[in-house]
């Protein structure tokens, strides 16, 4: 069984269905609204917290998919959790002594008692169950780019504590996956017995380590960039269109953008996105859409909870990526395929093609 933690509305169960995996995936979230919004897409959920859980709990689980929720480290919240940082790798580093048996097994926790965001701590769940899960092969985690730092002091726990084969955190941006809005995210990818093959993800950023390598920057594999999907083709509109995002407010980064590339990136605030033109406001659907979901993918809970789902959510062709170049799967023709089925237009307006390093250098010369 696959077991996923934090699991949200169902952004990693699409990316598993995308790729046609047959194991079966669970999810686990304390949120009732997303809880119902993956149950009524067909998805196994369970609603409870994550810190309440027992790994032991689990003993058919082979791999683990975990996505801590990412307010306390990302732009779009306060930031506190930047600062719980020093108290997020005490209790990392505790963690991995008492799996040594140097520590109680209460040390780590107490390590996190005054942290300046509470949900900073969810993240320490992410090495406790790779510690703790009986029998877990594989493991893929997920956060916004500040967290990656994080990513890598867990990675460098599990390769010194327990057997883990290969670790790698990478960054990836869902526009370079055909996905009609900008999204980056930065993944821990942990292996048991195999170097996974890495190579044909677009990534942006690549930093890996094993139990008998020392921890590397490398340069990021050149990987497949889809076309970009417009955020006109992708929802419908013909090209010109503008969107508008707070109305007559203005700011330093503007107020509104082009929809004839991929759209801003989504945050709960693009429930207030209009279209310029007639003033339509984005739908949850639309919404939906630019995150990679199918337009009829049934969002539960009120317009403010759907557009916060459709903000958070890993990105289904993103996820499909990610797991399928974990699990040796060819995931490139099923995403295509997919991306053709959510995005029957795309193909009708030119790509938004986006240079590389060797095509600037070119320029240049």
């Known amino acids: 069984m696959i077991l996923a933690l934090y699991a949200g509305p169902g952004g990693i169960d699409q990316g598993a269905r995308i790729l046609g995996i047959r194991q079966p995936l669970h999810g ?4 009732a609204d997303t ?14 917290s994550v810190p309440e859980l027992d790994p032991e709990d689990f003993p058919t689980v082979t791999g683990a998919i975990i996505t801590p929720p ?5 732009r779009g919240g306060l930031g506190k959790g930047m600062t719980d940082f020093p108290a997020i790798r005490n209790a990392l580093t505790l963690l991995g002594d008492n799996i ?18 509470p949900r900073s701590a969810l993240l320490v769940e992410t090495l406790r169950f790779a510690f703790r899960l009986p ?32 670790l790698a955190v990478l960054t990836v941006a869902a526009q370079d996956l055909g996905v009609a809005s900008c999204r980056t995210r930065t993944f821990l990818i942990a292996t048991r017995s195999y170097a996974p093959d890495l190579t044909g993800l677009p990534t942006r950023a690549l930093w890996t380590t094993g139990r008998f390598a020392p921890p590397r920057d490398e340069l990021p594999p050149a990987g497949h960039r889809f076309p970009a999907a417009t955020m006109a083709a992708a929802i419908g509109w013909p090209a010109g269109e503008r969107v508008n995002t707070r109305g007559n407010r203005r700011t330093s980064g503007g107020n509104e953008f082009s929809a004839d590339g991929p759209s801003w990136c989504l945050t709960s605030k693009a429930r207030s996105w209009k279209r310029v033109s007639d003033g339509t406001p984005l739908t949850a659907s639309q919404a939906g859409l630019l995150t990679g979901f199918p337009a009829d993918y049934p969002w539960q809970g009120s317009r403010s909870k759907q557009f916060l789902q459709a903000a958070d959510v890993v990105s289904p ?32 307006v030119p790509p938004v093609l986006q240079s590389s390093l060797f095509d600037l250098i070119g320029a240049a010369s």
């Open 35 to 48: 809880s119902a919004t993956a149950t009524a897409a067909g998805f196994r959920r369970t609603q409870a």
């Open 317 to 348: 062709p993103v996820a499909a990526a990610v797991l399928g170049s974990t699990l040796g799967i060819d995931w490139q023709p099923a995403i295509r395929a997919y991306l053709a089925s959510i995005y029957p237009r795309a193909g009708d």
């Open 70 to 74: 990412c307010p306390p480290f990302s």
């Open 100 to 117: 040594a048996g140097m520590v109680s097994d209460d040390a780590y926790q107490a390590a996190l008692a005054d942290l300046h965001d």
């Open 135 to 166: 029998k877990v092969r594989w493991m893929v985690a997920e956060q916004v780019p500040a967290v990656a730092p994080l990513w890598q002091e867990i990675s460098a726990e599990l390769a010194m504590t327990t057997n883990w084969t290969y």
């Open 28 to 31: 686990y979230d304390i949120d």
